[in-house]
């Protein structure tokens, strides 16, 4: 089956620690992104990567990174620099054709001890 | 102005009732739209693109007003599974980066 992969579902941080989301994705997709969603929140764009050891800051950038050393792969650093890490994580990708619909990942959900 | 606004709801329909949506975005070159579905605690699921011409999937029809800058939902018929969330995109041109808007929330009641 086709799809994208985040893991874990679940994930819990301590102060101070660095916690790293995966993304996986089999659709043989150009362009991956990492959204944030609070409740009741609309989502908020972290980094974006159109290609291969490529990537770009979105709209709240800070107190994440991100690496793109694979096409099927992006995963994403929460670093402690990150002060209100709880949040619900979204890995999406798309492709340059079929007017560029985007699918998700299942999430993953950060929260902290 | 937000790039991509909706009315939050939550809109409560009875079951049947017919609801439409609407979606307004600030750039007019803006050029693809879509309509996505998230349930509560879930990822958001594509329910349909918005073509120019307008396009209806079953019970659930998506027009494109470029003169007024806004798209909008129609689901007639509504089932008590049509509960959720649903959120207004928007893709401009030359640009990898989608502008999602804070969702409507449709309740439908029995």
């Known amino acids: 089956d086709g799809g994208i992969t985040q893991s874990p579902k679940y994930l819990f941080r301590k102060e101070g620690q660095n916690v790293t989301l995966s993304c996986e994705q089999n659709?043989?997709?150009?362009?991956m992104y990492w959204y944030r969603q609070d409740p009741g929140q609309g989502l908020r764009l972290i980094y974006y990567s159109q290609i291969v050891n490529d990537f770009q800051k979105g709209d709240i950038a800070e107190g994440y990174s991100v690496s793109r050393e694979k096409k099927e792969s992006f995963p994403l650093t929460v670093t402690s620099a990150q002060k209100n890490p709880t949040a619900f994580y979204l890995c999406?990708?798309?492709?340059?054709?079929?007017?560029?619909?985007?699918?998700f990942g299942a999430g993953t959900r950060l929260s902290v001890l | 102005r937000k790039e991509v606004e909706q009315d939050p709801g939550p809109f409560n329909v009875p079951e049947g009732a017919t609801v439409a949506f609407n979606c307004t975005y600030s750039?007019?070159?803006?050029?693809?739209f879509f309509w996505y579905r998230q349930d509560c605690r879930k990822e958001p699921k594509l329910l349909m693109s918005v073509y120019s011409s307008g396009n209806e999937d079953g019970r659930f029809t998506a027009q494109l007003n470029r003169a007024s800058q806004y798209i909008s939902l129609l689901i007639r018929d509504s089932k008590l599974s049509d509960s959720a969330t649903y959120l207004c995109v928007v893709n401009n041109p030359g640009t990898y980066k989608y502008i999602f808007g804070t969702g409507t929330r449709l309740k439908v009641l029995a």
């Open positions: 750039n007019s070159a803006s050029q693809s």
């Open positions: 999406a990708s798309s492709t340059r054709i079929f007017k560029n619909i985007q699918y």
């Open positions: 659709l043989n997709h150009d362009a």
